[in-house]
């Protein structure tokens, strides 16, 4: 097992015979003791230490006071906040003169983050300024060279619009200059790369990476853009004994969540490449994997009777209360949303059940009264088509604190970190285009390397939608109209997803992960989950159905004020508006006729599926091997 950085270099005193300067820490102690109590027991020590080592050591042991502290229930988070992130960069300094100075290298890992990204520029953009914030606030590795040493961003590219191709460019060119050192991974390059593997190998290698044709190189899909970006960031190894490959989708952000009075802020609170190589180094793990706060990671499809749930217990609260009184939805949640409580079938994944319902909390700023909280809310709901929920998002909590270690099951694409040998867990199956992926990868990965696979607390900010609106977004399997949004290639893929996924995970338990799969194992664990989960789906389609229609009772047949008022205020008469769209968006996408509902219906559909599923799962293991042969 690897040592501690700072307890894997010789001794150095500074040249001077007197302690390096620390005033961070000094001002960080007399600030803050009399909250932190811990820190009053640092304070002789850092007058009285002209040992480097020790005085680094010293910053370690501040953390996890500081965190304690700033997380806490009534804390004075932003002072906290600003003096933690002064320390890591005087540690970083401190780093730095130790290596000048004592003829030693900091072998802390490189990173190379790559960033898959398809027609989604805004989200790039979000994506990049928050790797900047982290790298100028907690400086890890240093910046001697004007960009930081130890950090690397690949930007995979997927698009199909070129206008999007050259927004991406534009980005890389500009954070470049901010002191990222990032590179565009284009298509045309991404394509060179593939095809300069053996032609064998890349033949048996066609359902991980791709078999497009040169002229249509685009929207391949997150796992397989992902897997090729593998291969460049490969080329830009130098070393590849000390590097981690960070895997971060362009809708996320390296910050996380924290409800406030004024409403939920974003902040830069986690120092996630110290964390991370702290893991790396002191630990065996091969992939380690954070989690997502915000918006769900999941689909719309399994989210809808929850949903419903939330919106009708909205304008049921609302019709209580005066149009024209101060706005009453601004209390801060009594409870955090707990794991999975967007999910309708949670208790799939093992999680407790959830309040019926969670409380709309008014975003609106300033005074204003219940008819613009209705509008507001009404014209975020179709928003839910696109992943958002306005009810059900997941919170930060420090918990244990940041690397205390879990075995893990699931695979976060957007939030996976990888070493050299931890690059043959590749996220399989992308061919079919399914959803689920992650959690099905995480099964397999679990059965081969057991708690080698880990998940941490360092969840990255994933955020659906910008902005601009949802319209801002590419969204594989969601299509936009001018009032109409179709989920139908989405809600198919999650059932499917969802069969691959379950079918996998009963598989691992009765067979090898290492050697091929026998087809009358997954013939008969797939018949076994497909009939599971249609009862489960037909039991959420009924209860979408029967909430929706209750819904457009409450909203449009109660004779609430609403609906009087709208008469006299454009504004309201527009959000009902929204409101009879999203409740028609519903039917479209989840009621009898809905196409994606006909399809899981279709026996013939779901053999074709099944026949694809059943194949894919045979072929894993050589899949498996020919990319193994790569490393």
Known sequence: MNQPFHKRHTRFTSSSGLAPATPALQDCIARHQAVVPGLADLDARTRTSIDLDALIDLYEQCYPLLEQAMWADGADFHPLLASYQALFREQEALIAQRCKHGQVSDDRHRFILSIPVADRPS???????SIVQVCTLFDYGGHESGSWDKIRVVVSEDSRDEANVRRHIELVDEYRQKGLQVVHFGLAEQYDLLHA????TRERLGHLLTTQPRERFYLKGQAA?????????LQLTADRRNTLYYLIDSDQSLCVNRQTAAGEEA????NYFHAIDKIFRSTDTLMLTGK???DPPVSPAVMAANFLDDVTA????LATLSADEACQFHDLPTQPVGDAAY???????????QPATFPYACRLAGAHDHVACLADFAQRLNAFFFGEHLTRKTGFAYGSGFTQLAPARTVYPGNYIVNYAGLKYVIPFGHLRLRMSGPTAGRLIAAEIGPRFASFNMPNLHRRTTEAGPGDDFRPGVELGEASVDVSNEFERQFFGDLMLFSTEALVRQADVTRPFAQDAIDAVVAQKEAELLALYQQKHDAIAARNRQLD???FHAGHWWLQAAEHAPALAQALRQVRAFIDNIDRNFGEQALAWRQIQSAAHRAERKRQIVEALMAYRAERDAWDSLF
């Open 123 to 129: 989200h790039l953009r979000a994506c990049l300024e």
């Open 197 to 200: 593997l053996p032609p064998q």
């Open 225 to 233: 853009n992902r897997n090729l970006s593998y291969l460049k960031c």
């Open 267 to 270: 902040v830069f609170a986690l």
């Open 292 to 294: 997502m706060v915000g």
């Open 314 to 317: 909205f304008f049921t609260r």
């Open 343 to 353: 999910h309708d079938m949670a208790k799939l994944f093992g999680f407790e059940n």
């Open 553 to 555: 009772d409450l909203v």
